[in-house]
Antibody, heavy 119, light 107 residues
Framework: QITLRESGPTLVKPTQTLTLTCTFSGFSLTTSRVGVAWIRQPPGKALEWLALVYWDDDKHYSPSLKNRVTITKDTSTNQVVLTLTNVDPVDTAAYYC???????????WGQGILVTVSS | DIQVTQSPASLSASVGDRVTITCRANQNIYNYISWFQQRPGKVPKLLIFFASRLQEGVPSRFSGSGSETDYTLTINSLQPDDFATYFCLQTYNTPWTFGQGTRIDIK
């Protein structure tokens, strides 16, 4: 059974750095073609893809966030970490991690974590 | 970046209706499109991947079609559980891009 779970702070202040961790089980990020992505969704709005890391450490980022976002993986702990610097209230959203790749898309999702950016 | 335009933004339908949602990309995405259902307060659920492949466990009333730039999600015989918001996602190139969503509510 594949599971993913997001963890991290639910309230951060503007200009701070947000660090979210995706802890997964049931698959390995050392397996060919496997990737883990981060997606967010502001309240009442559409989904937004943020970043993706593949089994071979190939990384991709949303250009709209490229200077602020970093994705890393730790295969020994089965975790993927998203770091977003200099947060703003517009970064308030539910943040999800999901397993996937180009063909299979995002086939398993975590439950999400609602992050509020407010002073 | 590949832009994806999803339509309509919302629609009203009745149980038993056939519903069609469309996503149009601004370039050929070679079937790298998937469809998700999201109920209020819930996690998105994958329905269709690679344009027409039904995700395991998804009812067969859901189907996907299309080619090049134009893709369609069809729901045959709408059921009460199907009243939700639907999103498409192109994965041909990064950045992956979602459509803006289509909300289906009860007529």
């Amino acid at each position: 059974q594949i599971t993913l779970r997001e963890s991290g702070p639910t309230l951060v202040k503007p200009t701070q750095t947000l660090t979210l961790t995706c802890t997964f089980s049931g698959f390995s990020l050392t397996t060919s073609r496997v990737g883990v992505a981060w997606i967010r969704q502001p309240p009442g709005k559409a989904l937004e893809w943020l970043a993706l890391v593949y089994w071979d450490d190939d990384k991709h980022y949303s250009p709209s966030l490229k200077n602020r976002v970093t994705i890393t993986k730790d295969t020994s702990t089965n975790q993927v970490v998203l770091t977003l610097t200099n947060v703003d209230p517009v970064d308030t959203a539910a943040y999800y991690c999901a397993k996937g790749n180009r063909i299979d898309a995002l086939n398993d999702w975590g439950q999400g974590i609602l992050v509020t950016v407010s002073s | 970046d590949i832009q994806v335009t999803q339509s309509p933004a919302s629609l009203s339908a009745s149980v038993g209706d056939r519903v069609t949602i469309t996503c149009r990309a601004n370039q050929n995405i070679y079937n790298y499109i998937s469809w998700f259902q999201q109920r209020p307060g819930k996690v998105p659920k994958l329905l269709i991947f690679f344009a027409s492949r039904l995700q395991e466990g998804v009812p067969s009333r859901f189907s996907g079609s299309g080619s090049e730039t134009d893709y369609t999600l069809t729901i045959n015989s709408l059921q009460p559980d199907d009243f939700a918001t639907y999103f498409c996602l192109q994965t041909y190139n990064t950045p992956w891009t979602f459509g803006q969503g289509t909300r289906i509510d009860i007529k």
